[in-house]
């Protein structure tokens, strides 16, 4: 371990008494006392009080570069030299110009018209908008419920908890949130139809196609998660699942929403999660990486069609949706600094090579009393652990579990933040196959002496 030399009095006191400040999810008095992180330097954290924290969770999803990174931080602060903010109505500049063309060469063909905003739960929610109002404009004003998956997360924002799975995140809010029709997710480990992956076809589709039926022209979009769904299980698809989405939405002339906020830039293994089936949605979420973890900012991309039910010198068809820091010109360098690095540095194929790794290490664990699945996709691993392997039984998001084995982790110089009984893996890309092992190291001989927790 590194030790911090640095002594700030005022840090200390902050960090002793931090009773100003309210930290998302994290508000039992149990809990343990916040992190203080003092600065950060390629896949490690480094606290006030010494100690060098392996950022296995990649700053919640975020990082993908590694932290401090000479070229991101460069980008940043030649930007900040030229341009900082501007208001983006009514005005326009360079940095946001260059991504917009930057991220429509790189999604799949025919999403072309990119919406700014400021984070992930704002991309869907403008997703959720613009699908609403595309069909109002277009003149079919019944068209105007949604439908979602079991399993989904798609934000803390009011509309992004409706069409989020019910759960904890959203109980209390159920007077405020907007009825959304939920379908089946292809969660095979916990099969909805009690079917085996190998021969069931993933006939769970049904279930939404039964849903678009029912829904009888009034849906106005399918929004999913592609290939994995994260804060709901970090659960994996069978990529038939996606293309099935694709051809459903197509049957019943329904918009498609793709949630890559998450997925998106390289995570899954390809750019877009949506290339794993080769399907192109009519709106993609993007947010998270967008950055590479540097400024909060994301993007609602769409099409020519949609963007076009929008044109208009009737004011009643514009799309009234605006946030303060839309396309800042920080955010926007950035982005298309990591962009850069994408195409220098082969990052995809070291996500890749993570993903070898990372199936070949945690696939043994199978073997072990209380892990029920193991799943991994691109530079993400996952652990499922249940009570006992017959019944599966297990207590989900707020499982005692999860922050007992977070703490464990801690322990060991490894940031991890369980879902409950869900242990996942998913470090900035840059972490080299010798951190790789020796976080994977931490993690088997942690779940190795596991016991699971007597009920309190
Ligand atoms: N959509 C997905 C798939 C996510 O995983 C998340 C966050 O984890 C969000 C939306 C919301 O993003 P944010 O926390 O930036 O609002």
């Known amino acids: 371990m590194l030790a911090n030399t640095r002594t700030d009095a005022r840090f200390d006191l902050i960090v002793r008494d931090a009773s100003h400040v309210w930290h998302p999810y994290t508000q039992m008095q149990t809990a343990p006392p916040p992190l203080p992180i003092v600065r950060a330097q390629g896949v490690y954290l480094y606290t006030q009080d010494g100690r060098r924290l392996l950022d296995g969770i990649s700053s919640w999803w975020v990082n993908i570069h590694g932290h401090s990174h000479p070229k991101l931080n460069e980008a940043l602060a030649a930007q900040a030299r030229k341009l900082e903010h501007v208001l983006f109505a009514g005005c326009t500049h360079l940095p946001a110009v260059e991504l917009a063309e930057r991220?429509?060469?790189?999604?799949?063909?025919?999403?072309?018209?990119?919406?700014?905003?400021?984070?992930?739960?704002?991309?869907?929610?403008?997703?959720?908008?613009?699908?609403?109002?595309?069909?109002?404009?277009?003149?079919?004003?019944?068209?105007?419920?949604?439908?979602?998956?079991?399993?989904?997360?798609?934000?803390?924002?009011?509309?992004?908890?409706?069409?989020?799975?019910?759960?904890?995140?959203?109980?209390?809010?159920?007077?405020?949130?907007?009825?959304?029709?939920?379908?089946?997710?292809?969660?095979?480990?916990?099969?909805?139809?009690?079917?085996?992956?190998?021969?069931?076809?993933?006939?769970?589709?049904?279930?939404?196609?039964r849903l678009l039926r029912e829904g009888d022209g009034a849906i106005a979009a399918v929004l999913v998660e592609p290939m994995l769904q994260g804060a709901g299980g970090m659960i994996v698809w069978p990529v038939e699942f996606l293309s099935g989405v694709r051809r459903l939405c197509e049957q019943y002339g329904t918009l498609m929403i793709a949630d890559e906020v998450l997925t998106g830039f390289g995570r899954t293994g390809r750019m877009f999660a949506c290339e794993h089936a080769g399907v192109r949605p009519d709106m993609i979420c993007l947010s998270k990486a967008l950055t590479a973890g540097y400024l909060p900012m994301a993007a609602t991309v769409t099409t020519e069609p949609v963007y076009e039910a929008f044109l208009s010198d009737d004011r009643r068809k514009t799309f009234f949706h605006g946030h303060s820091?839309?396309?800042?010109?920080?955010?926007?360098?950035?982005?298309?600094?990591?962009?850069?690095?994408?195409?220098?540095?082969?990052?995809?194929?070291?996500?890749?090579?993570?993903?070898?790794?990372?199936?070949?290490?945690?696939?043994p664990l199978r073997a072990l009393p209380h892990v029920g699945?193991?799943?991994?996709?691109?530079?993400?691993?996952?652990?499922?652990?249940?009570?006992?392997?017959?019944?599966r039984a297990a207590g989900g998001y707020l499982d005692r579990v999860g922050p007992l084995l977070a703490a464990e982790f801690l322990r060991r110089g490894l940031l991890l933040r369980p879902l409950g009984n869900v242990v996942y893996f998913m470090p900035p890309y840059v972490i080299s196959d010798q951190e790789t092992a020796w976080a994977l190291d931490q993690i088997a001989q942690a779940l190795e002496t596991w016991r699971w927790p007597e009920p309190c």
Request: glycine share 8%.
């Open 325 to 363: 820091y839309s396309a800042n010109p920080l955010g926007c360098a950035v982005a298309l600094a990591s962009l850069e690095l994408f195409r220098t540095e082969n990052v995809l194929e070291r996500v890749r090579a993570l993903e070898q790794q990372l199936r070949s290490r945690l696939e």
């Open 103 to 209: 991220l429509t060469d790189l999604l799949p063909g025919g999403l072309t018209r990119v919406f700014y905003s400021d984070n992930g739960s704002t991309a869907v929610e403008v997703a959720l908008k613009i699908a609403c109002q595309y069909w109002l404009n277009r003149g079919e004003p019944e068209r105007r419920n949604f439908i979602a998956l079991r399993h989904a997360y798609h934000g803390d924002t009011v509309g992004t908890m409706s069409t989020s799975e019910d759960s904890s995140f959203t109980r209390p809010f159920a007077p405020l949130l907007f009825p959304v029709a939920r379908a089946q997710s292809p969660y095979c480990y916990r099969c909805p139809l009690g079917l085996e992956r190998a021969t069931c076809g993933v006939a769970c589709l049904d279930d939404l196609q």
């Open 373 to 391: 699945d193991v799943r991994v996709i691109g530079g993400v691993g996952i652990v499922e652990l249940v009570q006992d392997k017959q019944a």
